[in-house]
């Protein structure tokens, strides 16, 4: 059997079903998005996917162009920016850098939703900022989502995926209100926590994890994630518990409920191992620093 002539064809047979399989899923995200009633909306969540995935392909060009024009000494940052996957978590910082300032803007507005209602079951001709960001949000999930897709044989994260998938049917739907304003203001915060993650990703992949950086950047991670995406949710999902009476009219909204304890779940999944991986960085870090205690000191 010739094994050089097969692989040839198993690449191409590989790049058909990506393409088949992003298709298909690009095709229920755009129908999705057209069931939106809000023009503004669709438009916005269109726009700012496609705005990801061209500064995605900028990000790529750009990386290729400098790396024609430099020297090896300072060619290693645009060899990383070739990196798909550098790509991508430099798009999710821009995303939660965003989303993150959004969540403060959400939060201002608590004390305008009179009656209380209003923060469960929104005014859809009342201007707020939650739609806005969540339309930023579920658009960047479009992007990302469609990124896991096409990578799907080297990125195996299902537990990601499984985030994308619920969020995106949930946004969608508290969109078509708009719904749950009052707790996309938490949900939001949420992003504070990924630019750390995506930096100890560039330590660990730099060879830096025995660095003072990569330790403290996993302290500022786990710190993050946990007040946001533990601690915060938790308060989060005990208001919208409390609140029943407030929005138990809309059915939907019984879905998306049990989506946010689904995503709950998930967070305390991600927290354990966060929390596991965060002490083993410390023990290694202790270990590095009594061997360098023990070594004597020659004259």
Known sequence: ????????????????????????????????????????????????????????????????????????????????????????????????????????????????????????????????????????????????????????????????LIHHVLFVGMTHFVLSGPYFLKPFAWLSLTELSTPFLNLRWYYAIAGQKSSNGYLYTSLAFAGTFLATRVVGYSLGLWDVLRSYQQWRSIRGLHAVTLGLMMGYLLNLFWAVKIVHAVRRVRQTKKNNSNKRDKIPNED
Not at 60 to 82: I, R
Not at 130 to 156: E, N, Q, S, T
Request: net charge neutral; aromatic share 12%.
């Open 1 to 160: 059997m010739d094994v050089k002539g097969q692989q040839p064809k198993r690449q191409q047979e590989q790049q058909q079903q990506q393409i088949a399989e992003s298709a298909a899923v690009a095709t229920i995200l755009v129908y999705v998005t057209s069931l939106q009633h809000d023009p503004s909306c669709r438009t916005l969540i269109a726009a700012t996917t496609t705005g990801y995935a061209t500064l995605y392909v900028l990000l790529g060009h750009v990386a290729k162009q400098q790396l024609l024009c430099s020297n090896d000494s300072d060619s290693s940052s645009w060899t990383f920016l070739l990196s798909p996957e550098a790509k991508s978590r430099f798009l999710s910082t821009v995303n939660a850098v965003v989303l993150t300032m959004g969540s403060l803007l959400c939060f201002t507005e608590w004390q305008t939703y009179q009656p209380e209602v209003e923060g469960w079951i929104g005014n859809s001709n009342k201007k707020t900022y939650p739609p806005l960001f969540a339309a930023i949000f579920v658009a960047f999930l479009h992007f990302d989502l469609l990124w896991m897709v096409w990578h799907r044989h080297v990125y195996k994260d299902v537990s990601a």
